[in-house]
């Protein structure tokens, strides 16, 4: 069964964080500087805190690919965490280094901090912020690096910008997509819209020395997929109900969108659906749908958004209780990041490109690159004539 599957492990400020992904076909072309670039991606943007200048995230490859290319067995990366020095007895493994005076047991609010300490009856809170942390992250864009090899394969590209960050729109010019994501990329906001990156660069200096956070919107496209991903048949198999979830489990997103999304609500159905024509094949003239009806993709281009909210970790106090003494207090912070929504885009796309790799070997799923590049090549002619 070739079927993409990973799981990932790893505390934020433990020794490293890792993954093992099972179910890749032999023959996809990686290479460590490819997934290192998507790594360095993330770590990019305005607006992050110190921690950055701590961690220069490079993966290492362990297993399941020899000579440049994947074999068919499980692929293992880490990522080493720098920050380790600095934590390795108080995140240690052996009862001989606990210290209980250390404990965090003031939960912050907007943070699993509360919830995770009452479901696994932690006193310490850092056993739960340790691993909800969104440093998990880093090793996960290592994963939708791979499965960004996987989609190249086959000329399916993934990418995006910011479009909106602290409330101020970016006005995305009509440009082809691999247009705008050259202009995201030479942005520090990964944002396609000039004039909008300055106003954002303010916000969020304005934020950070005001001592607080902000959030955004950022958008995905998939551009070369086949129509037919994903099944209107089942719940759990619908393309669109699994980008959902994969967005939703990023840290700090709150919202998804696909298509025109929410927009879609408030015009009549005139408005929304994008009318079909005949001309060498199938054409649309608009793609409100987001490139997905019926939870299926419809060979236009994929078009998701995720809303994050802003970063809870404030410097400016927010309210809580000590979950000790039950007393009030005001969570007092060391250090936190202004803003990540230009990190969530690459976290973003990392999860959308797992999930189409996912939905790529299931439906023309082989043992190597050479059977599924047949399988999809078959039915390529197969719809030309439907
Ligand atoms: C994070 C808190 C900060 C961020 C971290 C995510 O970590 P620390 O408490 O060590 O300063 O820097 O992000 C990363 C380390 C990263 O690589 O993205 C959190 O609580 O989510």
Known sequence: MSIFRYLTAGESHGPQLSAIIEGLPAGIHLSALALNLELSRRQQGYGRG?????????????????????????????????????????????????????????????????????????????????????????????????????????????????????????NTPQEPLENLWKRAAASEMFCCDPSAEIEMRRAIDAAQSGGDTLGGVVEIQVIGAPPGLGSYVQWDRKLDARLAMALMSIQAIKGVEVGIGFEAARRPGSRVHDEIFYKDGYQRTSNNAGGIEG????????????????????????????????????????????????????????????????????????????????NLEGYREQILNA
Not at 130 to 140: I, N
Not at 319 to 331: K, L, N, Q, Y
Not at 342 to 347: C, D, G, M, Q
Request: aromatic share 4%; net charge negative.
């Open 295 to 374: 939870g299926m993709s419809n060979g236009e281009p994929i078009v998701v958004r995720a809303a994050m909210k802003p970063i809870p970790t404030l410097y400016t106090p927010l309210r809580s209780v000590d979950m000790i003494t039950h007393e009030p207090f005001e969570a007092t912070v060391e250090r936190s990041d202004t803003c990540a929504v230009p990190a969530a885009l690459v976290v973003a796309e990392a999860v959308v490109a797992i999930e189409l790799a996912t939905a790529m070997l299931e439906k023309f799923g082989g043992d190597s690159i050479l059977e599924i590049r047949r």
């Open 50 to 170: 110190d921690r950055m200048k701590i961690e220069k995230d490079t993966v290492q490859l362990l297993s399941g690919v020899r000579w440049g290319e994947t074999i068919g067995s499980p692929v293992t990366l880490v990522v080493m965490n720098r920050d380790w020095e600095n934590w390795s007895e108080k995140m240690s493994p052996l009862p001989e280094h606990r210290d209980d005076s250390i404990a965090v047991t003031r939960p912050r609010p907007g943070h699993a901090d509360l919830s995770g300490a009452m479901k696994y009856n932690h006193r310490d809170v850092r056993n739960v912020l340790e691993r909800s942390s969104a440093r998990e992250t880093a090793v996960r864009v290592a994963v939708g690096a791979v499965a960004k090899a996987l989609l190249a394969e086959f000329d399916i590209k993934v990418g995006g910008f910011v479009t909106e960050l602290g409330g101020i729109c970016a």
